[in-house]
């Protein structure tokens, strides 16, 4: 990672005659506004220009004709440049401000995958701090057979890893069933790239609604910041008055928190197992009762990730 300070001159534009990035060197002839870069012609948008005695190109530019990435901390001033030492630095085409590169892959008892993540700000105009990035890697062999693949969710706050702009390091330890250290090509899809999921130490607010009324509730178990436990939904609604109901009413659910959970189940007291929720709603029961809800939010977008969970509880009474 090279980083430069964002001054008049330096923040823009870079002063070197030619530039080396791992093992390639790259020989920059300039000719009045087109730069000559191996042998090829490319037009730049920016003015070149001549200050005492060093003719300055744009870093952006210039950085990308050579296959590396550019990104801007504006926390911190800085630029960071990623730059492929062996292979091309690895995308997805619908997040093209996000670039993946300098994999390495061991084998042992678990597979270990290290490498680097730039992400662009100035293509990330809602991200400028912290990150959640959720992207899974498919491992290729040289006869495009897949050959092995792993999921991962990334937290820019943890440990100080870095921000938005900033080059951060990756590693990935997972149980494979093939070797993939030999790989002849990787392929990047991104699930989920903004705020970080999980914010704060609380497990998010949650509004139930049956027409205009509010539905109160209770924490239950959940894994949020930390795992809690608590004790049986039945005992935790001792307390908690029931809002009655027209028999057939649905219940509306909103989370005041974004991003919303990428799953939500319910279970009644009088079913076994959890049911999903389709639409942000659950349809009551027709029999005249008291009923106890547990509900749980899931923040698990891949399905090989589970990141975070909310839990709730709540009493329905069916007139």
């Not at 989370?255 to 049911?275: C, G, Q």
Request: charged share 20%; aromatic share 10%.
């Amino acid at each position: 990672m090279k980083k430069f300070g964002l001054g008049f001159i330096c923040g823009l534009f870079l002063a070197l005659p030619s530039l080396v990035f791992g093992e390639n060197a790259f020989n920059v002839v300039i000719s009045q506004s087109k730069l000559l870069i191996n042998g090829q012609i490319n037009q730049s948008e920016m003015s070149l220009f001549n200050f005492q005695g060093s003719t300055y190109v744009p870093l952006r530019f210039i950085t990308e004709k050579m296959g590396a990435a550019v990104g801007y901390n504006e926390l911190t001033n800085s630029i960071s440049i990623l730059a492929e030492n062996h292979k091309q630095l690895v995308s997805d085409e619908n997040y093209p401000n996000l670039h993946l590169g300098n994999l390495e892959v061991s084998k042992g008892e678990v597979t270990t995958i290290k490498g680097q993540i730039l992400i662009d700000s100035d293509l990330s105009k809602n991200l400028v701090d912290d990150f959640g990035l959720i992207f899974k890697l498919v491992f290729y062999d040289s006869q495009n057979k897949i050959i092995g693949h792993v999921s991962k969710y990334e937290n820019s706050a943890e440990k100080g890893k870095g921000k938005v702009g900033d080059v951060i390091p990756i590693v990935i330890q997972e149980k494979l069933n093939t070797d993939i250290s030999n790989y002849s090509y990787v392929k990047l899809t991104v699930d989920y790239l903004g705020l970080p999921i999980v914010r704060g130490d609380e497990q998010p607010n949650l509004i139930l609604t049956i027409g205009n009324q509010v539905v109160p509730t209770v924490e239950s178990s959940n894994c949020w910041k930390s795992c809690k436990d608590f004790v049986p939904v039945k005992e935790l609604t001792n307390n908690l008055a029931p809002i009655t109901v027209e028999a057939g009413s649905e219940l509306k659910i909103h989370f005041e928190y974004e991003p919303a959970p990428h799953r939500l189940l319910y279970k009644r007291d009088d079913i076994d197992n959890y049911i999903e929720i389709i639409n942000n709603t659950i349809n009551l029961p027709t029999s005249k009762g008291k009923y106890i809800y547990s509900l749980k939010g899931l923040w698990n977008l891949n399905q090989n990730i589970n990141i975070a969970d909310a839990g709730y509880a709540f009493v329905i009474e069916i007139k």
